[in-house]
């Protein structure tokens, strides 16, 4: 059975590799899935392979997504010709569609990031009973992140300098409370208990008052009823 090593590279960056073998037999599910152990990359989203000639023009699309109807590309560089029948990858073989010892693919991954990764046939090989494909024979490079990095703006200077002083403010008083062992509920109780007992002092204060003025009048004696 022959199998077939593609290079693959991505399209902006001529310098990450893969080359990877693939048995004739085999489905475009299963490269595609090698691909993306290849790159690092999740397998979360859909793809398509698409066949292409010498000038990276796509042709026969195979994908793993349904088709629907109208589906066709957007205007680009790699544009397939319209009403192309849509391959499943999974019921597709790789045998079945190279029509050229150096055929190129190009292989889209996520509709909406659209990475894209251009192959090309580089060697038709006997295949090796001890061998599992497909398998990665080459990797050079390290192939960019899938997801994009959200980064936090920083914090305004003004923001910081109000969080400090509002922060200083804080220890200053827990500072003052634990030397002075001012406790506010415990005032607020006093005060209200020295304005409760403050009408009962008073009155005890003229009772007093009164019983000294009797003790000092005690000189003066009753008239006798005979002086009258």
Known sequence: MAVYRFRIIFEDQEDVVREIEVLG???FEELHRTIQE???FDN????SFFMSDDYWRKGQEITNRKALPGDEDEDDDYRRPKKVPIRQMSA???AGFIDDPHQKLVYVFDPLAKWTLLM???KI???DPKVNYPRTVKSSGAAPKQYKQVVIPPIEEDDDEEDEEDKKAREKM??????EGYDEDAAEGAEEDKSEDAPVADAESEEEEAAEDMEEGGD???PDAEEF
């Open 38 to 40: 290849a790159i690092g």
């Open 25 to 27: 037999k085999q489905t």
């Open 120 to 122: 090309e046939l580089i």
């Open 125 to 127: 090989l006997n295949d």
């Open 92 to 94: 597709s073989r790789i």
């Open 44 to 47: 979360s989203k859909d793809a």
């Open 174 to 179: 827990k500072l003052f409370v634990a030397e």
């Open 220 to 222: 003066f004696a009753e």
